[in-house]
């Protein structure tokens, strides 16, 4: 059973920046692909960022691409998201997974089995 806490959330103003962080308890974090997922209220969760085991491959949405950096540090069990040039719309409680393996699938909640709590963020116009 693997624990994902996220942290550094908070209210920005439009345009401004936040990074997120993800803490694993999993112990083959690794070689675990990563994805962030955000959720708005009343709306299914949404794909945002992914990366591989070994983070020589990312993925992102169309709406955060440009703006947006997963990254990762294997040595301290850590996935980030770094938001820079934030929108109202990217209001939403983020939440980092672990994706399944055999998945093949990066982009759709169905591919991962673990889940944080989440991280309010707030972008205020």
């Known amino acids: 059973q693997v624990q994902l806490v996220e942290s550094g959330g908070g209210l920005v103003q439009t345009g401004g920046s936040l990074r997120l962080s993800c803490a694993s308890s999993g112990r083959t974090f690794s070689t675990d692909d990563m994805g962030w997922f955000r959720q708005a209220p009343g709306k299914e969760r949404e794909f945002v960022a992914a990366i591989t085991w070994r983070g020589g491959s990312t993925y992102y949405a169309d709406s955060v691409k440009g703006r947006f950096t997963i990254s990762r540090d294997n040595a301290k069990k850590m996935v980030y998201l770094q938001m820079n040039s934030l929108k109202p719309e990217d209001t939403a409680v983020y939440h980092c997974?672990?994706?399944?393996?055999?998945?093949?699938?990066?982009?759709?909640?169905?591919?991962?089995?673990?889940w944080g709590q989440g991280t309010q963020v707030t972008v205020s116009s």
């Open positions: 997974a672990r994706n399944l393996v055999g998945s093949g699938s990066y982009y759709f909640e169905a591919g991962y089995d673990s």
